[in-house]
């Protein structure tokens, strides 16, 4: 009987602090008008300064964990996803563990950028499936405000901060059908944040925050989302018409409708999440399902295509049925 890693619970958790474009325009040279037709994004939350990534993350996993009536000793694999972890180490995956009270579980970090949430998914669904592990919590989670660049108009308007979860559970029942990841490290120069604490001789000079050139990047996403999909749907001979709904990586509106528009899907398919929430890296993939399974649009049964695109490059997708 073949072993499928299915959804059991889902969570998230965004800071109440909401930044909107107007304040932004009061400090760097923009508008609302400006990021909004430019990106799909009006404002983005920002957490406050006692909380961080493994803060954020435990909100979102003891959601998880009550929507799947599960408890937290259940969990044999944690495995978190950011690019903002609280420390250099312990993994922000252990300082979960140790916030959730779980004495016998392995945690660890995965560092893929944006696409990390995809990465993490399927890490688990190669766990689940192979046996070596029954429940899985994976955290996407990011304080992206505190490496942002608040004087770059180019990238301060795009990034907001938030967690999102989701616990997987083996099970005979269809669940992860396939996840496909790519990493291409030709790319580094587009898309970087420094670690100033391990600086040599050669970038000493560099500050720690998010470097973009969003031009070139867009390009690059857009075309590698549309070769993602044409891949995930091959590997499952399927159609884009047995895909009931597109939960897309939320960096730019203009991104996630090219993606649409190559699957044939109505906007109505799209779960988008970006116009209050900015792009929340890891987690936004995460979040946005969170969103869509709570308020009902994404039913039991129904096939939903998740994919993601982030610095690296690194790119990916995870096709399941709910
Ligand atoms: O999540 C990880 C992956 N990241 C992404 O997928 C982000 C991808 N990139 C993007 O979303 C878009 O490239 C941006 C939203 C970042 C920028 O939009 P764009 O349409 O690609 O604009 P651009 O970079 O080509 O810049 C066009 C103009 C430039 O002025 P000039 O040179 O034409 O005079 C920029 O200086 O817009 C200017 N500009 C702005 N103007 C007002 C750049 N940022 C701003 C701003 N407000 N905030």
Redesign the pocket.
Known sequence: MTRYSKVIGTGAYLPPNIRTNEQISET????DS??YE??GIKSRRIAGPNESAASMAEIAARLALDAANCDANSIDLIIVATGTPDRVYPSTGCLLQQRLEIKNCVAFDIQA??SGSIFALSIADQYIKSGAAKTVLIVGTEICSRIVDWSD??TC??FGDGAGAVLLSASNEAGILSTHIHSDGEYEDL?YCPNPQVATDLNKHETGVIN?R??E??KV?VNTLGKIVDETLEANNMDKSDIDWLVP?Q??IR?IMATAKKLKMSMDQVVVTLENQG?T?SASVLIAFNEAVRDGRIQRGQVVLLEA???GFTWGSALLKY
């Not at 760097?28 to 508008?31: C, I, Y």
């Open positions: 760097v040279d923009t508008s400006w990021i430019r990106t950028a944006c108009r180019s308007i795009l898309l973009m969003g031009n990047v867009f996403a990586h960096a730019n991104i792009n890296s695109f982030g610095a």
